[in-house]
């Protein structure tokens, strides 16, 4: 049973470039979450989704940023037209439930020049 | 709004040693706290989940408390190996329907071999 996986690991974006960033969760959970990590700082929530619904995105800025969980596929994190303060690690996450254990991907490293 | 502390922030230890990780939160009215530990260039890793309505949790090693009314939780390592060597961190799922796990900003754990 493969984990949540991320992809890509790293990710170098120009400024005013577009970011997809993906996730798939474990097999069975149909809860994801994304998370934030910026240096020095702790992990940030910022979206939850179930498939084809946003539960909760208060966590994620109003502008440039969108998330979304089709009913077939990956979920996908879409950062529009990138700023360097986006730069930072992106974890997804996974789990059988509503707050229960969390199972996390490697993140993804993201990088705006 | 929910913060969550961790002390220290970093920690070194001989080989061997037995360790207590402190965590505290704000506000104890809590759904579940989970630990989490997180190696370099990785994801997290879950260690430990504790109910609102529990006191401890065991997996081998590790033994995590919970004190909701004092806002503390605790994360016992026996006998620490090199291995043990990370980030820890303590995250909560606050009430009232959040979706998203408050995290702290870890302690870094060093296990001098």
């Known amino acids: 049973n493969a984990g949540v996986m991320q992809n890509p690991r790293h990710l170098v974006r120009r400024r005013g470039q577009e970011a997809r960033l993906r996730c798939s969760p474990m097999?069975?959970?149909?809860?994801v979450y994304w998370y934030r990590q910026l240096p020095e700082e702790g992990l940030k929530f910022m979206v939850y989704l179930q498939k084809e619904n946003i539960i909760d995105e208060s966590g994620m800025p109003k502008e440039r940023f969108s998330a979304e969980f089709p009913k077939e596929g990956p979920s996908i994190l879409r950062i529009q037209q990138v700023v360097r303060g986006d730069s930072a690690a992106y974890f997804c996450?996974?789990?059988?439930?509503?707050?229960?254990?969390?199972?996390f991907g490697s993140g993804t490293q993201l990088s705006v020049l | 709004k929910q913060e969550v502390t961790q002390i220290p922030a970093a920690l070194s230890v001989p080989e061997g040693e037995n360790l207590v990780l402190n965590c505290s939160f704000t506000d104890s009215a809590i759904y579940n706290l989970q630990w989490f530990r997180q190696d370099p260039g990785k994801g997290l890793t879950s260690l430990l989940l504790i109910q609102s309505s529990q006191r401890e949790q065991t997996s081998g090693r590790l033994n995590a408390s919970l004190d909701k009314s004092s806002g503390r939780s605790t994360l016992y390592i026996a006998a620490s190996q090199p291995g043990d060597s990370a980030t820890y961190l303590c995250?909560?799922?606050?009430?009232?329907?959040?979706?998203?796990?408050?995290f702290g900003k870890g302690t870094h754990l060093i296990i001098q071999p």
């Open positions: 995250a909560v799922y606050s009430g009232g329907g959040a979706d998203g796990l408050t």
């Open positions: 996450a996974s789990s059988p439930a509503p707050r229960s254990l969390l199972f």
């Open positions: 097999k069975g959970h149909s809860h």
